[in-house]
């Protein structure tokens, strides 16, 4: 943006995808000057954005939904904020909408402490992460927030649970149905239903389709040029050998399954192992997955969130999240702060590096690193409540927090 803002190029058309990924309020406020200065030199600017400080800076707004996946793809808005703010789609409703500070807070069982830390930035640091309550990390880009908890704390603290938004899965096979385990059960349903061996419904296995071996598309590779894909024309993207799909289950076959979403596929199985496995899967906010989407095509957040249908009703346990608000529109925010807080009702500790105020709001307890980024920071700043963040005045997360409670 700075070597842009540098150029005499004008009448020119700039397309930023989620540029406020990993910023802290104090940085989107500065980054919002930045775009407007490229819209006053006589350009045009595009922002993919989820952000409410970005969003409610531009002069129009197109918004798409109604919802997400299948569910989603249509245009529900297009105008200024003005008219989105009344308007009824998802993102209208999120800004008229401005969570308060939480009532009260969780009291600790106890604490998980770091002594002496100086990897990178940080200055000798020591400090405790209560245990049995929501922990939010804050600070601005660079003051140290991810070498404490990802490097030092994960280092100190072995048995603690990382859920971060890097792909779930590697393989070209691995599918939301294989990666939970559902496939199993839809394997030995079927081999029960047909009489026949669970592996006949394995598309890693004996009942794949020979020309594609279960992928259901063929990869060419042109050299030179960006490989096609293209969909297998033996069994037409269903995955499977016709002797495998005349097998049924109430009238479905295997391939059939796998194209259902998760909400459909939990109003077709009775038997509890799915419907405990799906259960969990919309819990998180996946409902509009399709059992046999490839994980290559989930998006970060909903990678992320499907590591947390596999960890939810667990107790005891310890869970780092590095910035997982990120990519995810104010009502998947508000979903996920739900599952964190289901998180440690049910025994466990969150502990959460995050940027955004509505996450923080919702925190028992806040670590503040700055008091700025690089040889400026690394130091702990605040310690406590969210409540009483409010009061210190050197910290720029309890300045913006100040600004978006005075906002609501």
């Known amino acids: 943006m700075v070597r842009h803002l540098g150029s005499s190029l004008t009448d020119m058309t700039y397309i930023f995808d989620e540029p406020t990924i990993g910023l802290h309020p104090r940085d989107v406020t500065r980054m919002n000057d930045l775009l407007r200065e490229l819209r006053d030199k006589g350009n045009t600017v595009l922002v993919v954005e989820h952000d409410r400080d970005v969003i409610e800076i531009a002069d129009h707004v197109v918004d798409l939904g109604p919802r997400a996946g299948t569910n989603g793809g249509e245009i ?58 929501l922990t939010a990390v804050t600070g601005v880009a660079g003051a140290g927030k991810s070498t404490l908890v990802n490097e030092v704390f994960l280092a100190r603290h072995p048995g603690t649970v990382m859920i971060d938004q890097a792909a779930a899965g590697t393989s070209a096979r691995s599918n939301p149905a294989t990666y939970t385990g559902l496939m199993d059960e839809i394997r030995a349903l079927f081999a029960a239903a047909g009489g026949v061996s669970p592996a006949l419904f394995s598309f890693n296995s004996q009942g794949a389709c020979p020309e594609c071996q279960g992928l259901g598309v063929i990869h060419t590779d042109l050299a030179f040029m ?39 596929a939990a109003e077709f199985f009775t038997e509890p192992g799915p419907l405990r496995t799906l259960g969990t899967l919309r819990e998180v906010g996946l409902g509009y997955l399709g059992l046999g989407q490839p994980l290559g095509s989930l998006s970060g957040g909903e990678c992320q969130r499907i590591k947390l249908a596999g960890e939810l009703h667990k107790k005891g346990s310890v869970y780092v999240m590095d910035e997982p608000t990120t990519g995810l529109h104010m009502s998947d925010v508000e979903h996920l702060i739900g599952i964190m807080d289901s998180l440690v009702d049910g025994g466990n500790t969150v502990i959460v590096i995050e940027h955004n105020l509505d996450v923080i709001k919702n925190a028992d307890w806040v670590v503040d690193l700055g008091p700025d980024g690089g040889d400026r920071g690394g130091t702990v700043i605040f310690e406590g409540t969210p409540l009483r963040l409010l009061d210190e005045r050197d910290s720029f997360t309890a300045e913006h927090l100040r600004r978006d409670l005075a906002r609501a």
């Open 226 to 264: 960006d490989g096609i894909t293209s969909v297998c024309e033996v069994c037409r993207g269903r995955r499977f050998r016709p002797e495998v799909l005349r097998h049924t289950l109430r009238g479905r076959s295997v391939s059939d399954v796998l194209e259902m979403t998760v909400d459909e």
């Open 76 to 133: 529900v808005y297009e105008g200024g904020v003005e008219g989105l703010r009344r308007a009824r789609t998802l993102t209208g409703r999120h800004l008229r909408r401005n969570p308060p500070l939480k009532a009260s807070f969780r009291e600790p069982t106890g604490a998980l402490t770091v002594t002496g830390a100086t990897a990178r930035n940080l200055r000798n640091v020591t400090v405790s992460f209560p245990t049995g309550v």
